[in-house]
């Protein structure tokens, strides 16, 4: 079984040439409906029956969710759990679409012959009913794939098109939209591969480091970020500079339809000793990472063609927004049990259809969702593993976002002597609160004296004294009645 690792993309730096550009025109978007699709892994579904996948659709699809991308590798449960997949949608009688996100640090391409398997599952899909089409082609993208030549002595653009997008078995048959892992002024090369590009990494500050915070973020106190730290890291916290340096590049690729889907993503935290899968990083997801990408995103929705959510279930990095059912990979259960993420789930619909129709919609029923860490960011447990690579940049605050009717007010509290209360207006509202050591979480959404929402989870106590590392996020949510 495959376990996908997290590669890394080109960072701020690259794309601040485009910072200041001139303004980017819509690009070309041919035939592609503005579409909400989630990261689904299919490496940790090798137990799932039909009614598995049926369950997964209609709570994504209940949450503004339009399809699934299914991140398959070289397992041998693929063609199995894909099919399934495909089942459990016609069976719904939905509309809810699927496509192939091909994991190329899994499959193997150095060889001409590894084409087949990746043309054969393109092929024996591609006509079944809830297949993701643009222009009657079927909608496929990769996770990585920078580095396959399919033996065409390393020409990575050569090997893709002979052995891929324009082998006679698939030619005029994939509209293809992978996530390479190269610098975006190279795209230009890849003319007659790539329909459009996959931006995976986009939903992170994923150069926002505590090695560079010096010059990225001058005179911020990581140790006590006041409201100018706050407003120097939102720069950085779901910004759309990533997205137009790729935009500008997707531009060069001659041929190319100019279908570019970006990434939203809430949080990522993984902790895999050198033992296992030797992952033990952060990426910032404070000031609201979740809701603030979203926000920016809409505002340029003109020039995104597809959202893809990383992820539905990828527990082991921790920016899983689904229920937590299926396989784990193998210790992330010390960082993930409990640790439910559908507060966030919660929240998607709101902006899905924003994005799809450019109009926030009504908020009918009062909303609240809080999250926080579970131990403040210094603690120092006897963990071997050690300490996140940046958890420096964390903050120990709790984290609400209040969908309101209405205009109202919404107290925060995490001691009994801390509580503050803040005006909410009708809309999206974005709050934070520090939180104190043995704190809990506690909000309290009231409108003309009478409350609303009163949230206060079970399970929670911001921990001073941990026997391990976890950042991971505690979410919570409710729902006015």
Not at 40 to 46: C, D, K
Not at 64 to 89: E, H, K, S, Y
Not at 161 to 178: D, I, M, N, R
Not at 245 to 266: C, D, E, F, K, R
């Amino acid at each position: 079984m495959h376990f996908r690792s997290t590669l890394y993309s080109v960072g701020l730096l690259a794309a601040a040439a485009f910072v200041n550009a001139a303004p980017l025109k819509a690009p070309r978007q041919s035939g592609v409906p503005k579409v909400v699709v989630a990261h689904h892994i299919v490496g940790l579904t090798a137990a799932f029956t039909v009614d598995d996948w049926k369950s997964d659709i209609s709570l994504a699809q209940a949450n503004g969710i339009d399809g699934f991308a299914l991140n398959i590798g070289n397992d041998p449960f693929t063609a199995t759990q894909a099919d399934n997949a495909f089942t459990a949608a016609e069976q719904l009688a939905s509309n809810f679409k699927l496509f192939f996100s091909f994991d190329m640090s899994s499959f193997p391409c150095k060889a001409t012959g590894d084409a087949v398997q990746i043309r054969q599952l393109t092929l024996n899909f591609a006509s079944r009913p809830n297949q993701f089409t643009v222009d009657g082609k079927a909608f496929v993208s990769t996770f990585a794939g920078e580095a396959c030549d399919f033996g065409h002595g390393g020409d990575v653009p050569g090997g893709w098109k002979a052995e891929y997008t324009q082998h006679p078995e698939t030619t005029g048959k994939v509209h293809f939209v992978p996530s390479f892992f190269i610098d975006p002024a190279t795209f230009s090369t890849f003319s007659g591969v790539m329909d459009g590009d996959f931006n995976f990494n986009s939903g992170w500050p994923i150069d926002l480091k505590v090695a560079q915070a010096g010059s990225l973020l001058p005179g911020v106190d990581l140790n006590n970020i006041d409201a100018n730290g706050e407003t120097a890291l939102q720069k950085f916290i779901g910004s759309f500079d990533t997205d137009n340096a790729h935009i500008t590049n997707l531009a060069n690729v001659q041929g190319s339809a100019q279908t570019y889907m970006a990434a939203v993503a809430p949080w990522f935290f993984t902790h895999f000793g050198a033992d296992t899968f030797n992952k033990n990083f952060i990426f910032d997801g404070d000031e609201h990472l979740w809701v603030s990408r979203w926000e920016n995103l809409i505002a340029n929705r003109d020039k995104v063609s597809l959202i893809e959510i990383v992820t539905w279930n990828d527990f082991g990095e921790s920016h899983y927004i689904g229920p937590q059912h299926g396989q784990l990979p193998p210790g992330s259960e010390a960082w993930v049990n409990g640790f439910d993420h559908q507060g966030w789930l919660s929240l998607t619909n709101f902006f899905a259809t924003q994005f799809k129709t450019g109009q926030a919609p009504a908020v009918e029923k009062d909303q609240l969702v809080m999250w926080a860490r579970p131990h403040p960011k210094n603690a120092t447990p006897a963990d071997p593993v050690g300490p996140p690579t940046d958890f420096q940049l964390f903050q120990d605050k709790m984290w609400a976002v209040v969908l309101a009717s209405a205009d109202g007010k919404l107290t925060l509290s995490s001691t009994d002597s801390d509580a503050q209360t803040f005006d909410i207006k009708a809309g999206v509202n974005k709050l934070s609160l520090p939180i104190q050591p043995n704190g809990f979480m506690h909000g309290v959404l009231t409108r003309n004296d009478q409350t609303v929402i009163d949230l206060k989870p079970d399970g929670f106590t911001f921990n001073p004294n941990p026997t391990a590392f976890n950042y991971n996020a505690f979410v919570a949510q409710a729902t006015a009645q």
